[in-house]
């Protein structure tokens, strides 16, 4: 079973990669696919280019086993629809289970993605969330987590697609946006994200000019 994730990481930081490992040992996932959007659909262009955003995740899980990068949004090009990725991967994995990997907040904006049902035709989706996290009570996610939902992770390997499943993660309500608003104001960023990561972002000189709101 492997699981896909999928980010602008501009830059990546721990918010990403705790939960991630949290929830690569909590489902016993073979591997995890990093996959960096080339243009995000839900927002403005990433400050970094997609090779510093590239560059930046690759220090970032270098010596994290399991963890690996895929690329095919970014050779794609144009915007980065999931359910596009997703196609391409069923066709290449078969039957294998695949679990999409989103935060609560993603999860529950999930109806404003490209042709949405089709996700959880295409792949399991795994919820990080915080323990206690409140669920809509009404409407599509409802229903969603209502028809779908499972608490035993052996049904997502019954399974290669379709079911729910939330996972507790430690969250570190660290933002993308936060870090480049600090760097753009001169703070240090250390603690925040890989040291290699933020050594990188000192050296490419970058967000230096991020407007801050
Ligand atoms: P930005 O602030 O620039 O919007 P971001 O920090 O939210 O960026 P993205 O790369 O846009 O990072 O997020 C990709 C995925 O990471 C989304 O599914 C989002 O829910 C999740 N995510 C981002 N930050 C956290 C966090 N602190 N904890 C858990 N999940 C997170």
């Not at 690759?58 to 999931?82: K, N």
């Not at 729910?164 to 870090?179: E, K």
Request: glycine letters at 8%; proline letters at 7%.
């Amino acid at each position: 079973m492997i699981a896909v994730f999928g980010g602008t990481f501009d830059p990546v930081h721990y918010g990403h990669l705790r939960p991630l490992l949290e929830v690569k040992q909590a489902l016993g996932l073979d591997e995890v696919r990093l996959m960096p959007c080339f243009m995000p659909p839900h927002r403005d262009v990433p400050g970094a280019t997609p090779k510093q955003r590239l560059k930046m995740l690759q220090l970032a899980i270098e010596e994290v086993p399991g963890f690996v990068i895929d690329q095919r949004e970014l050779q794609r090009g144009g915007p980065s629809y999931m359910v596009d990725t997703l196609q391409s991967l069923r066709d290449e994995l078969g039957k294998t289970p695949i679990c999409l990997i989103m935060g609560l907040d993603a999860f529950l904006g999930i109806e404003s993605w490209h042709q949405w049902p089709r996700l959880y035709e295409l792949s399991h989706i795994v919820v990080a969330q915080r323990p206690g996290s409140k669920l809509p009570q009404q409407g599509a996610v409802a229903n969603l987590v209502e028809n779908a939902r499972v608490e035993d992770v052996s049904m997502l390997r019954q399974h290669a697609a379709g079911r729910v499943y939330f996972q507790s993660v430690t969250q570190l309500d660290i933002s993308a946006t936060a870090i480049r608003e600090q760097i753009a104001c001169g703070q240090d960023v250390r603690f925040l994200m890989p040291d290699s990561v933020r050594r990188y972002i000192e050296t490419e000189d970058l967000y230096k000019t991020e407007r801050v709101r």
